[in-house]
T-cell receptor
Framework: GAGVSQTPSNKVTEKGKYVELRCDPISGHTALYWYRQSLGQGPEFLIYFQGTGAADDSGLPNDRFFAVRPEGSVSTLKIQRTERGDSAVYLC??????????FGPGTRLTVL | GIQVEQSPPDLILQEGANSTLRCNFSDSVNNLQWFHQNPWGQLINLFYIPSGTKQNGRLSATTVATERYSLLYISSSQTTDSGVYFCAVDSAGANSKLTFGKGITLSVRP
């Protein structure tokens, strides 16, 4: 596609439930990033993939968070046992060898 | 990790005015990007500028890497320029995580 796409655009869930957020990067981009943005803050890094492997997962807040990119294209961010503090906008970005990161529109997650 | 500070935190302009937004960072960088986050939350790339000067229409940016700062210039501001401007840097090598500043909220009044 022309840009990074993310689905769903909005997700409302109850505390304790499991959610999956999807990211489709720009075609041909080998690097894929997940960030999280809380209200009034800048995005914060979660995890970065180069191809299929997680090159840096140092930003994942705890073991309830996990992400995969099995074929080196689409990625899924998975959150288990959601908590109210997980509510935020989850942003995905991709880049090619030129380093410029292009962001998707985000998924707004609300945990009730 | 690297620290990113943006100033001023808030800026109110009359339409047609010029402005300068500043980004200071605490370490050498391989990547520096300026973004505009519109009211719908979309982060729009403005510049990839780890060093030097670039211009795109009414916007221009300069990064002085040796002094660890970058400036974003907006000339003849329009109401559509309103939103939050973020500076983000990566110091760990190519294709690595971006560290964002807290952003500058710009309001352009008609």
């Amino acid at each position: 596609g022309a840009g990074v796409s993310q689905t769903p655009s909005n997700k409302v869930t109850e505390k304790g439930k499991y959610v999956e957020l999807r990211c489709d990067p720009i075609s041909g981009h080998t690097a894929l990033y997940w960030y999280r943005q809380s209200l009034g803050q800048g995005p914060e890094f979660l995890i970065y993939f180069q191809g299929t492997g997680a090159a840096d997962d140092s930003g994942l807040p705890n073991d309830r968070f996990f992400a995969v990119r099995p074929e080196g294209s689409v990625s899924t961010l998975k959150i288990q046992r959601t908590e109210r503090g997980d509510s935020a906008v989850y942003l995905c970005a991709s880049s090619s060898i030129t380093d410029t990161q292009y962001f998707g529109p985000g998924t707004r997650l609300t945990v009730l | 990790g690297i620290q990113v500070e943006q100033s001023p935190p808030d800026l109110i302009l009359q339409e047609g005015a010029n402005s300068t937004l500043r980004c200071n960072f605490s370490d050498s960088v391989n990547n520096l990007q300026w973004f505009h986050q519109n009211p719908w939350g979309q982060l729009i790339n403005l510049f990839y500028i780890p060093s030097g000067t670039k211009q795109n229409g009414r916007l221009s940016a300069t990064t002085v890497a040796t002094e660890r700062y970058s400036l974003l210039y907006i000339s003849s501001s329009q109401t559509t320029d309103s939103g939050v401007y973020f500076c983000a840097v990566d110091s760990a090598g190519a294709n690595s995580k971006l560290t964002f500043g807290k952003g500058i909220t710009l309001s352009v009044r008609p």
